[in-house]
Structure formats: structure tokens, C-alpha cells
Antibody, heavy 125, light 106 residues
């Protein structure tokens, strides 16, 4: 079964740090781009970051750039999100998501096809 | 950033109804548009990718259409399990952006 399981969430004070992990199973992890997406309870989905399959390319939302770092360990099928200088507005459920793609004659298309159940991060004093 | 605008934000419907949700992008995104369904307390689930391709295992009553800037998700005959929140998302460029969601209620 294809599965993503997040861990590492919790309560942290403003300015603190937290590292999220995502354990992948049931597929060849090293072949896929991976994303983090977050959601404030009751609100919409917000893309946070992505990393390519060999860790040579990363992208971040402006709101987390310089504070968050995405990384991966392909040998252990694990995705990470190191979150530093946390703010109250970082409070959310964080989802680990597999990126996938397909191609037509002249184009590629991309989508997020496997989602973990999420881990909750609360930033509060 | 590409802004994604869904309408309506909420929708009341009955079992058996045909419903359509629309999504507009702030710039041309070709067919780089995906639809997700989310139920309370659960992770989102991919329904449609590349504007009109049905994800494996998704019932055929779901369909997507559109290209350029205007897209739609149609549910042909609502079932009880379809009451949820639906999001569109562009994958044309970074940052990936989602619509604000459409809550489909009984």
C-alpha cells in the first residue's frame, strides 16, 4: 500500500524550531518529487515547499523562505521539513504529499497524488 | 503568484443533483489544473488532474473540463459521500496555489 506518515508535530513557542518527518512506503520514494502543504484548521490549503527526487532542487513559499528547509533521505525513504523561527501564523496541519507528473505530445502536467494524514504544529506561548 | 478563484464558495444540493464548481486562474495555465476533495478531519484526495483526467479509483460521476483560465468540476449525480469541500490547484508554476475551496452541503 502506498503510504505517507508524518510525525514530529507539536506545541512550540514563537521563535522555536521543529523538524517534521514523513515516512514513505509502498513506492520507490527516490523517483518522486515531494511537497509539504499546510492548512490552518477551518481554512484552505497552502503549498509550503517542494524538493526534487535527488535533492538538487528545492522551492519555498515566500512566507517560509529563509526559515524552513526541506530535505530528504532516499536511503531511508524519509522526507523532512526543518522549521526555524516559528511564528504563530505557522500554526497548521502539515501534509506530506507525493508529486507526480505525466506528459502529452507537447507538454507536461503535474499533480499531487498521495497525501499523508498530516501532523499538527501549534506555535504559541 | 497565480491566483485561483473558485465559485461558489458554498453550495447546497441534494442527493441525485448535478452540480458544477468553477475555478478561474489569474493567468493562462493551459491544462495545469487539478481538483481535490477533502472531508472533515481528513487529508485531501486527488480527483482530477490535467484539467480532465480522472484519477484512478475515482467514480466516473466526477468530471473536469476547461483550459486556459477557466475550469469546472462537475458531479453528475450527487451521492451522500460527495458532500465535502473541493479545491482547485494550479500546477503551471511555483508557488503552487489553491482555490479558496467550495463547501458542498446537503
Amino acid at each position: 500500500e502506498v503510504q505517507l506518515v508524518e510525525s514530529g508535530g507539536g506545541l512550540v513557542q514563537p521563535g522555536g524550531s521543529l523538524r517534521l518527518s514523513c515516512a514513505a512506503s509502498g513506492f520507490t520514494f527516490s523517483r518522486y518529487w515531494m511537497h509539504w502543504v499546510r492548512q490552518v484548521p477551518g481554512k484552505g490549503l497552502v503549498w509550503v515547499s517542494r524538493i526534487n527526487n535527488d535533492e538538487s532542487r528545492t522551492n519555498y513559499a515566500d512566507s517560509v523562505k529563509g526559515r524552513f528547509t526541506i530535505s530528504r533521505d532516499n536511503a531511508n525513504n524519509t522526507l523532512y521539513l526543518q522549521m526555524n523561527s516559528l511564528r504563530a501564523e505557522d500554526t497548521a496541519v502539515y501534509y506530506c504529499v507525493r508529486g507526480n507528473y505525466g506528459s502529452g505530445t507537447y507538454y507536461y502536467y503535474y499533480y499531487m497524488d498521495v497525501w499523508g494524514k498530516g501532523t499538527t504544529v501549534t506555535v504559541s506561548s | 503568484d497565480i491566483q485561483m478563484t473558485q465559485s461558489p464558495s458554498s453550495l447546497s444540493a441534494s442527493v441525485g443533483d448535478r452540480v458544477t464548481i468553477t475555478c478561474r486562474a489569474s493567468q493562462i495555465i493551459d491544462i495545469s489544473l487539478n481538483w481535490y476533495q477533502q472531508k472533515p478531519g481528513k487529508a485531501p484526495k486527488l480527483l482530477i488532474y490535467a484539467a480532465s483526467s480522472l484519477q484512478s479509483g475515482v467514480p466516473s460521476r466526477f468530471s473536469g473540463s476547461g483550459s486556459g483560465t477557466d475550469f469546472s468540476l462537475t458531479i453528475a449525480s450527487l451521492q451522500p459521500e460527495d458532500f465535502a469541500t473541493y479545491y482547485c490547484q494550479q500546477s503551471f508554476n511555483i508557488p503552487r496555489t489553491f482555490g479558496q475551496g467550495t463547501k458542498l452541503e446537503i
